[in-house]
């Protein structure tokens, strides 16, 4: 057994720990690169919903099944099941994700791959007792309490070590792909010397008469051999293992080889997989109405869409103005999406002082950039604060956001950036107040609670000119615990509020509560009721869809008295009192099914 070829007394105790530890973070790196795996396919809540209840159950299944399995048999076994890992884990999900069952198919996929892959690892645990003084025999195991402890245990350490692999950035660089068949190499490497360790350890029968016994020089080389030939095939062979995901960073542009599609970029950042893809027309496209999504350029963070424009046949403008153009020159259209659109419309309110005279606006949370966009052909200095670099690149590369200088972009989280602000101007250090604040922070289904608080709409006051306007929104049902809870929030925060959304054909009352809409609220600090002044021709910058949305904005008012209801303190949100994030995982699910409404499942499964 493998246990045998232990050191004695203390040393030994050291390296029963030292396995013990490295299967706990290999565990743990398994079940973050697994999930990472899962998210462009099926969003962060369907994924997560389930992840760490089958992380459990792996590690149990290890404590539990009735026979002791040699450890060098389990990493042969293992190297193989990481072998084939990349492939399982790509179209498992695959397969699941096209029955439109965000709950099933994530479970299917988790007791297909994920159970297995972390069970064999737990073995390692539940069978290496560091404080074990005697070899164990071939058939006996640990005690069984010993063995339900070391699995809670290496459990909790593998869930709660999981997220920090995400601090670690060389990981962005790095392919599931080459984590699951670095892993399966290394099983096959570490089997191929404890295999000989332990056939060289063993007291060798009594050879035939005549048989000349091998010589010690033939042993001694044997295994370096094996290890050598082994690798070369290996080196060779792997490649046919990949995942057919795309390389992150993408080097170059990706033609889909079967479908008019083509990803620009594809990037592992530190909110998740941001992608760049352009459905192209199909080749019997001659212009005119048609069925299916195409000619548009896509922004895409896992799951979830950022934001796109029209591109090709379908830019247009008002009077034939020339469009605008990315960084290499080609023509953009209009957005996608009306939403983005819809939060210019602060450019409209008359009941502040600053009416008419906005010098300054702040966009948190970027997207493609449309409303920043914006904000700087009216002449208004904007400053972005973004967490993830990689939706800057792509709204900057792909989308005509133009460059910001270091002094107006801040590539961090929103809620240090708002509290050190706050803490500066406290200071007495003097910071130009902005007239605008766009805060846009949705993605997957769901919004980082810990910026809807009480505590972060104060920290962004101090920030916020008082006679300003502070744009917020958020994705939901209108007749709904999470909307209730963001619209009494930001009326105890701002006091004067009013909410309009950007559905296109209108919402009837008996969809508030079934149909996810984006709600835009505009709020602003001081004492005068928000009024909007008529769009006009120069706020449409020539695009047919500010046209539309900035010209019907009164029709797409929604009463806030739906949205707020009686204030109560179990709604409003504040940093010790959150349950936002809970609410919104059904939402999670539901999005995920309305994202594969709108594009179809190849867009989802290229990346």
Known sequence: MFPTS??????????????????VLV??????????????????????????????????VAAAHPVKVPLTRTLLFGGFLFATAPLSTYWVAVWTARWRKPILGPIVTHSAVLVPLLSTLATFIVEINPMQTTPSSIKSRNPVGYRSIAALASCAGTIGLSSSWAQVSYLNTVSETQVFLGLAASMFNIWIVTFQVHHSAVPRKTKKKGSSPASPTSRIFLRPLLLAIFNALWWRAHGFLASPVLPHPLPIAYLHPSFPLVIHSSVQSNTGLIVVGEALPPPSYQGGPDQEMHSLRYLRASHSLLGGVWMGHKVATLDDVPPQV???????????????????AVRLVNSSSRAGKWERALVIGLGAGISATAFNRHGIETTIVEIDPAVYDAARLYFGLPDHPATNLFLEDAHAWAARRRASIGSGKAHPLFDIVVHDCFSGGGVPEHIFTVEFWDDLKAALHPEGVVVVNFAGMIKSDASRMISQTLKTSFGNCRAFHDSQGGIKEEEYETELI??????????????????????????????????????????????????????????????????????????WSLMRQVLPDIFWETH
């Open 6 to 23: 232990w050191p004695g007394g203390a040393q030994g105790i050291v390296c029963r720990f030292g396995v013990n530890i490295i299967t």
């Open 27 to 60: 565990l743990s790196l398994v079940l973050f690169v697994y999930e990472r795996a899962l998210t462009p396919v099926y969003g962060s809540g369907p994924t997560t919903y389930t992840l760490n209840l089958a992380a459990l159950l792996a590690i149990l």
């Open 326 to 344: 990315d960084s290499y020159g080609t023509a953009l259209g209009d957005s996608i999406y009306g939403t983005f659109v819809l939060q210019e």
């Open 518 to 591: 984006n709600l835009v609220f505009f709020c602003s600090p001081h004492g005068n009721p928000l009024t909007f002044r008529k769009a006009r021709r120069s706020d449409y910058l020539d695009s047919y869809l500010r046209e539309h949305v900035l010209s019907t904005l009164p029709k797409r008012e929604v009463a806030l008295e739906l949205l707020t209801g009686q204030l109560e303190d179990a709604f409003i949100l504040t940093d010790t009192h959150n349950p936002l994030g809970k609410l919104q995982d059904a939402q999670g699910h539901h999005h």
